[in-house]
């Protein structure tokens, strides 16, 4: 009879330290829930000599090897992100017998196969509660919650820095560039933030969630991914008086022997609960084709929030331990065996209603060709409007778009951005309409 | 080495026949997740003489006895509702060594005690998911999510059909009478909608929230009732020039020593997520100490949403079953020696904002006897509006009152209602404070 499940945890950074606190300062709750002890035996931290003093009862080392080799730790949680080591900390404490736990979304949505499949093989659990939404139970909750359903589709705001950036400049109107230093200065963005605003993070959650609601093997390059550092105060603005928000959207719906996957700005219709979820917040909405709609709200980062859901894998997984009863739900919803391929449905062949900002040089014809080419391209318009007229300055076209092709939209911009009168880039924004 | 797991019904109708439908209909979807099949073997119920011709493999019978004697049931769900024989019938299936299930909060808030110590003293489980919030996996969120917090509030729209009507009073402005026989009409309202609009099926499933959340046995008479069919759509209107909706809540904080218990209408401030949940939708708020706030919303009642949440117990139960892990998590979270009881705060020592509505003659003085028993009553004064002024008919004196303690409160109410000039009782209704 086991005295206490055992943990070793790689990576002392913000989110280490939230699973370290968390243990510790739950300690009392977690052991009148699971019936034994829960304890922290080591950590492994290349940056750090020494561990706070309140974690006597745990030994730090530099070499993660340690604690593979340590026959007494039953679970190994990785929390230093990134690819490698990481991908290789958990192929090896795999091979060492040992459950492992991460929040590594990155290495998941692209070396997830190979991990599962170690661990398959070798008879130990992976838990990724902490991967997508944070704190938010998602992954139990589409796993075992909504296990009798067949899920239609997944709608959801992964990603709170690039939510906090939407947010501020609804609310204030303040700039991109602007919101985004801020945001830095704050913690909410990271120094390099690329991954949250050009919509990578949210894609490699997506594709977790993907690849549990409909048990196949999906990867980062199956999503079609565009972010939002080419909105501007201005298409907000344009997005409130057409009665939407701007949020950047993950969205995959299931078409039975073909699934979309895409990540991009969309304009949500203001009194959907997405449109709603501001700051830091994420959301996410199920579609079960039992359950109908069921959506999960909370902080999606942090370090005492992803804290709790690490210890909530730490937990089932112990209860498997102790219970003797490990892989009792697959890892990946489906079991194995019937775990199959993706066929991604193609961008191209999408459709939705648009919204398009052109910007043009203000010279008679230019809206004549605008309409002709999105006419040729079978693209209708549901209303134009044409901002600012300062002299010599370019104008905003602005465009809300019935449902249109993406092929056809994609021709369409290419056509107009060639226009001699063109100035920049159209802005195209997707519009949510709950078929989609 | 078990073939299938086999479930015994009690009950086939709206609720019921969901979860055969269920089983029926995603039966692949659910062996490709659970490695068997799981099957739908004898339904019991007095009313009806044939099952529909689908369920081919199912045994009708009228008499309950027949589930809890097949030695090849493995699971019995009871979905007939109402105190007895639910219970007798539950306790006859955990005496037989059955495992059980049941949607039955009526049930659990006032025998829960019992079945629970049934179920442990004879080693079976017992699952009650779609007790509360329908088709929104709530108790498994609250229970294995977020099993390393401890809860410090719960705070929920939890009955759809009261919220359906408080929904329609404020988009319509229709009286509460008139959308109750609506409501009737359209199946969204009891023919005897009690328990709904008085807040009693609200309050059934606090307690049953409040146990787990706590690890107290929490009781009704627990809990503080106030319902909605006093609330007029004047009072709507008020609330929302004051920046509010009314929705009807349950709420706990927990205290530590000692817990907050009640149900009752509440001004929701309008940008609070709980108060932009619409129609027949439930949401359920929790605050973790470690995860922040949480919040889970979907179909909270209804054939198949349920049939979702009996389902996923199934198939709990069932991979328990098959991996020999029999109450691998305690059924209320805390492991049964460490259940106490709770001690629950006095409602008179409660203190939060209220709105006041007076009705009275006009004439003079009445003003300045209100305003007299508030200030000797200690519940000082942000607004006062009078409404309505027609000749010889009584006017509305609207209040918004700073944070006041409810026994003060209550003192005041009785003597305004003493005043000659009040021609009908007051209708005071608590605000939602993100404090409270």
Redesign the interface.
Same mark, same amino acid.
């Given at each position: 009879m086991k005295d206490a499940i055992r943990v070793g945890l790689i990576g002392f950074g913000t989110v280490g330290s939230g699973l370290a606190k968390?243990l510790l300062?739950?300690q009392d709750?977690?052991s009148?829930?699971v019936?034994l002890p829960i304890t922290l035996s080591r950590v492994a931290d290349i940056r750090i000599t020494e561990l706070p003093p309140e974690y006597r009862a745990t030994t730090l080392t530099n070499d993660a090897n340690d604690i593979f080799t340590d026959p007494a730790i039953d679970i190994v949680v990785e929390l230093i992100g990134g690819i490698e080591p990481a991908r290789t900390f958990m192929l090896k404490a795999i091979e060492a017998g040992k459950h492992v736990i991460t929040a590594n979304k990155a290495l998941l949505s692209i070396h997830g196969k190979e991990i599962f499949e170690a661990a398959a093989a070798r008879g130990v659990e992976v838990g990724f509660?902490a991967s997508v939404g944070g704190?938010?139970?998602v992954i139990? @909750?589409l796993k075992?919650?909504?296990?009798?359903?067949?899920i239609q589709s997944i709608r959801g705001i992964m990603n709170g820095t690039a939510n906090y950036i939407l947010s501020a400049m609804t609310e204030h109107g303040t700039p991109f560039a602007e919101v985004l230093a801020e945001a830095q200065r704050h913690g909410y963005a990271e120094a390099d933030p690329t991954y949250d605003i050009e919509g990578i993070d949210t894609a490699h959650k997506l594709a977790i969630l993907m690849s549990i609601a409909y048990?196949k093997h999906v990867q980062l390059d199956h999503i079609s991914v565009e972010g939002i550092s080419t909105i501007k105060p201005i298409d907000i603005d344009h997005a409130r008086e057409f009665g939407y928000r701007i949020k950047l959207l993950a969205i995959s719906r299931n078409h039975g022997d073909h699934v979309e996957a895409r990540v991009h700005p969309t304009m949500v219709p203001q009194?959907h609960?997405l449109a709603?979820i501001n700051s830091t917040f994420n959301a996410i909405q199920f579609t079960?084709d039992?359950?109908?709609?069921?959506?999960?709200?909370?902080?999606g980062a942090?370090m005492?929030?992803t804290?709790? @859901?690490v210890? @909530?894998d730490v937990?089932?997984i112990g209860?498997?331990i102790?219970?003797?009863?490990i892989n009792?739900?697959?890892a990946l919803?489906?079991?194995p065996q019937?775990f199959g391929q993706p066929t991604i449905t193609p961008m191209g062949e999408l459709t939705c209603p648009f919204y398009f900002r052109v910007t043009v040089l203000d010279q008679p014809g230019t809206l004549s060709a605008i309409s002709g080419i999105l006419g040729k391209h079978n693209i209708s318009i549901k209303s134009v409007i044409q901002k600012g007229q300062r002299p010599g300055e370019p104008v905003h076209v602005v465009l809300q778009l019935h449902e249109a092709r993406e092929a056809d939209v994609t021709s369409a911009v290419a056509e107009i951005d060639a226009l001699p009168a063109c100035t920049e880039p159209t802005v195209k924004i997707r519009v949510l309409i709950e078929e989609n």
């Open positions: 968390t300062d739950q709750v977690l009148r829930k019936g509660e704190g938010i139970p139990k @909750a075992e919650g909504l296990v009798a359903n067949r048990g009194d609960m709603n079960g039992i359950v109908g709609d069921v959506l999960l709200y909370g902080h942090g005492m929030p804290g709790s @859901a210890a @909530a937990v089932d209860r498997n102790i219970a003797g009863s009792r739900v697959p919803s489906y079991l019937h």
